[in-house]
């Protein structure tokens, strides 16, 4: 069964910090591009940040210098570590995997992040 599982949503002050994972099952992990993707209320989900198999990572701009995606091929799982966390951070943050040989993306069920000044 293929499965994606995040985990370390919260409740954090403005300037605090917090440490998302992903925990994927039923691929073969080294075979995907990883991403994290939010969706705040209202607004459409947007790409916050990529991994691909091979380690290089593009971030979205309001991220850039805050936000770090990692991922660990041994453990089958891709991290988010946010920084500097701003209100308008706040969203229901998901994480994605994108087959690189195959059209084929697994989607998580999503993580609250509630930023309050």
């Known amino acids: 069964q293929v499965q994606l599982v995040e985990s370390g949503g919260g409740l954090v002050q403005a300037g605090g910090s917090l440490r998302l994972s992903c925990a994927a099952s039923?691929?073969?992990?080294?075979?995907?591009?990883m991403g994290w993707y939010r969706q705040a209320p209202g607004k459409q989900r947007e790409l916050v940040a990529i991994?691909?198999?091979?380690?290089?990572?593009n971030y979205a701009d309001s991220v850039k210098g805050r936000f770090t995606i990692s991922r660990d091929n041994a453990k089958n799982t891709v991290g988010l570590q946010m920084n500097s966390l701003k209100p308008e951070d706040t969203a229901v943050y998901y994480c994605?995997?994108?087959?690189?040989?195959?059209?084929?993306?697994?989607w998580g069920q999503g993580t609250l992040v509630t930023v309050f000044s």
């Open positions: 991994i691909t198999n091979s380690g290089s990572t």
């Open positions: 039923g691929i073969i992990f080294s075979f995907y591009t």
């Open positions: 994605k995997a994108n087959a690189v040989y195959a059209p084929r993306e697994v």
